[in-house]
Every structure is written in C-alpha cells, then in structure tokens.
C-alpha cells in the first residue's frame, strides 16, 4: 500500500493478551479454555489476582508462578508486550 511502507503498527493491549496468554486463560481471561483447565489456570479477574500490585503481576508473567505450571515468558515477551498484557488484564477486574 503506498505511503504505508516501512511502517509499523503496534497491537492493541487485547491483541498482545490474545497472542501471549489466551491459550490458558482464555480470551476472557477466566481460564476456561481446555488447556487452562488441564493447568488450573487463574481466573484474571479474581479478587486475589486482581488486589496483587501490577510489579507482584509483571514478576508472574517473567518468572513464571512458583508451584503450579504457569511458565515464565522473560525469553518471550518484550518489556512493551509485559505492559500491555498487565494492563489488559486490569481490565478484566469483576465489578
């Protein structure tokens, strides 16, 4: 497309989300999936994931969780992507 070469467009917080995480947790971040079931995934938006401080998230999304099969993706996502995918799962807070 004319203009456009050379150009790069970043993802959305739900995209990065959508690539990285729905797998286990689903698009919904409930954990419902088949694969989230067989590994006990969280439910993102539960009160105890929800009330840790977003440095308490950024650390489970690097290193992984301690104690269950939740893998850490330090290798696998840039610092952006960390961002965006901790910032979208603020969203999934139950009201």
Do not use: W, Y
């Amino acid at each position: 497309i004319a203009g456009f070469a050379g150009r790069v467009f970043a993802e959305t917080n739900e995209e990065t989300f959508n690539k990285k995480c729905a797998t286990c947790h689903g698009k919904d971040g409930k954990g419902q999936t088949p694969m989230g079931k067989k590994l006990s995934a969280k439910d993102l938006g539960d009160e105890a994931v929800q009330a840790l401080k977003d440095e308490e998230l950024q650390k489970v999304i690097l290193d992984g969780k301690p104690n269950t099969k939740m893998p850490g993706f330090k290798s696998k996502m840039s610092v952006d992507e960390v961002k965006a995918t901790l910032a979208h799962v603020r969203t999934m807070k139950k009201k």
